[in-house]
Every structure is written in C-alpha cells, then in structure tokens.
C-alpha cells in the first residue's frame, strides 16, 4: 500500500471515530460539541477522498474547495454533498464562535444525520478505490 492509500485509509478512520464522538456528545446533551465533531467527520472525509490525490490545505476553505471542484463539479459525488459541506461548515462555526448561539438536539441531530450520510458516501467510493490497487 502506497502513502496515498495510507493517509486514505487513516483520515477514513478518523472522519469514523469524529463522527462516533459527534454520537456520544449528542447522547450526553452536549450540542455544541457534536455539532463540531459532526463537522469534522465530514472534513476528515474529505481529506480521504484528497489523500488520493496528494492534496491537502492547513485551511478549511482550501480542503471544501478543491473537493467541490474535483469531485462534486465533475460528478462523482452528488451535489447534495455540497449543501451538507455548507451547511455543517455554517453550524459548526456557529456553535464554535457566536457566543449567543443557542444549539437545539434537534439541529444537532440534523447535523450528525449529514456526517453520517456523508461519510457512508465517502467510505463507499474510499473502499472501491482501496480495493482497485
């Protein structure tokens, strides 16, 4: 197994155990910090998807970016994975940074839903492409 397929297969990993901890804050009322775990299942996701292609950004923006242009633009994911990008990205700064922002259970299942659909996307294409070396 080659770097790619390494890094591939760890940020699948941790985009798993991120979005597993957004379940455990959820069970323990604490909303805010599923919100960001959610999220961040979501971006380690990505950064699998881009490990394949040895791309990587310290910047959030940079990793959203290039994953819409080279993978939902082209069609190989689904545009409604680009609403749940923008939508997480949208509540997780939120939930992070307004200091009078009130997190609902309800919003942050509605987030952990979107991690979820997400990475079972992103683990779906990462395991054909593992399995195609």
Known sequence: MDKKSEYARYRLNR?????????????GNHYR????????SIFHAMRS????????????????AYFRREYIKTGIFSEE???????????RNASD???MYIVTRTEAEEQIERAKKFYAAV???????LKAE
């Open 15 to 27: 985009a798993k155990e991120e979005y597993e901890t957004a379940v455990d804050m959820l069970e």
């Open 49 to 64: 998807v881009l490990a394949f292609d040895g791309f990587d950004s310290k910047k959030h923006s940079g990793i959203i």
């Open 97 to 99: 940074y307004d200091d």
């Open 33 to 40: 910090a599923a919100n960001n775990r959610a999220y961040y």
């Open 123 to 129: 683990e779906k294409y990462v395991v054909q492409k």
């Open 81 to 91: 994975l680009s609403d749940i990008i923008g939508a997480s990205f949208e509540i």
